[in-house]
Nanobody
Framework: VQLQASGGGLVQAGGSLRLSCAAS????????MGWFRQAPGKEREFVAA????????YYADSVKGRFTISRDDARNTVYLQMNSLKPNDTAVYYC????????????????WGQGTQVTVSS
């Protein structure tokens, strides 16, 4: 599967953005999907994930209550709604697909999008 992330940009603290990740292929519904991010000088970190059915979502503590992951299998797309953004949310955000159960560890994700930059100004 090929993934294309979009929706990043520059936003003021307290603002919102919605990231999208469009997937190619007909088997999107068989993948668990995740969002990760990498800030300058830092390791890539887990942000959110959603199961193949969409019935369960998982979040990093740092974004819980502010970010929402969802998926639309008819559109082969996973979303990350980000509200109440903070300057330390600034990072390149990546979507990823896993053929197995949902995971918080990036090594379990086989397919990756190219990343989209999110910059939050104070």
């Amino acid at each position: 599967v090929q993934l294309q992330a979009s929706g990043g940009g520059l936003v003021q603290a307290g603002g919102s953005l919605r990231l999208s990740c469009a997937a190619s292929g007909r088997t999107f519904s068989t993948y668990s999907m995740g969002w990760f991010r990498q800030a300058p000088g830092k390791e890539r970190e887990f942000v959110a994930a959603i199961t193949r059915s969409g019935g369960a979502q998982y979040y990093a503590d740092s974004v819980k209550g502010r970010f929402t992951i969802s998926r639309d299998d008819a559109r082969n797309t996973v979303y990350l709604q980000m509200n109440s953004l903070k300057p330390n949310d600034t990072a390149v955000y990546y979507c990823a697909a896993s053929e197995g159960v949902v995971r918080r560890t990036d090594s379990f994700y086989r397919f990756w999008g190219q990343g989209t930059q999110v910059t939050v100004s104070s």
